[in-house]
């Protein structure tokens, strides 16, 4: 079956420009996350979604980051205002559910480039 | 924040040999897990170890889970050149959130 699903693969903005992210998990996934990596470095949380409860933002770096779930499915990362610090690969992650008492694995995407210049 | 520290940070060795990668965190635990990444791709999830379980292997890979100490390990015996990757270890902090460390980097050689 498809997996998750991230777009654009990269992309260049100037600085002081918006950006939109899109993934699409995996079918009836509950749960989707949000990370960021930087070159060479490892995931940074940013946001998850759970169902309909309201997301863990406690990764968001500036108020800058936003994220929203539409109908349980596709999540859009929008960054506002972009800075050159922002460049980094933005990975998308789904599971079944999340929490560490169901053991569900995440599943991700390949990311999304983001270079600010 | 981290969770999990990987160490060591970047490993090279010879086909065939074993490889292992170490991992510490800090709060307790019901479930660790182990993710390989190769280079421009996303995460792929490798092994679960739950906290009441001392030891798990899945093929080629060996995981040892020592709650006392707060560590676990992963061993990959008669590495390949298909198994260069980074690799991670990750875990549940206060919440729902994975939280991932900041990898070991394997390259094998052939």
């Known amino acids: 079956g498809a997996g998750v699903s991230q777009s654009p693969s990269n992309k260049v903005t100037e600085k002081g420009k918006d950006v939109e992210l899109r993934c699409d998990p995996i079918s009836g996934h509950t749960a989707l996350y949000w990370y960021r990596q930087s070159l060479g470095q490892g995931l940074e949380f940013l946001i998850y979604f759970q169902g309909n409860s309201a997301p863990d933002k406690s990764g968001l770096p500036s108020d800058r980051f936003s994220a929203e779930r539409t109908g349980g499915s596709v999540s859009t990362l929008t960054i506002q205002r972009t800075q050159q610090e922002d460049s980094a690969v933005y990975l998308c992650?789904?599971?079944?559910?999340?929490?560490?008492?169901?053991?569900?694995?995440?599943?991700f995407g390949n990311g999304t480039r983001l270079t600010v210049t | 924040s981290q969770q999990g520290e990987e160490d060591p940070q970047a490993l090279s060795i010879q086909e065939g040999e074993n490889a292992t990668m170490n991992c510490s965190y800090k709060t307790s635990i019901n479930n660790l897990q182990w993710y390989r990444q190769n280079s421009g791709r996303g995460l792929v999830h490798l092994i679960l170890?739950?906290?009441?379980?001392r030891e798990k292997h899945s093929g080629r890979l060996r995981v040892t889970l020592d709650t006392s100490k707060k560590s676990s390990s992963l061993l990959i015996t008669a590495s390949r050149a298909a198994d260069t990757a980074s690799y991670f270890c990750a875990s549940y902090q206060a919440g729902t959130a994975l939280i991932f460390g900041k990898g070991t980097t394997l390259s094998v050689s052939s």
């Open positions: 170890i739950r906290s009441n379980e």
């Open positions: 992650a789904s599971s079944l559910v999340a929490g560490e008492d169901y053991n569900s694995p995440l599943h």
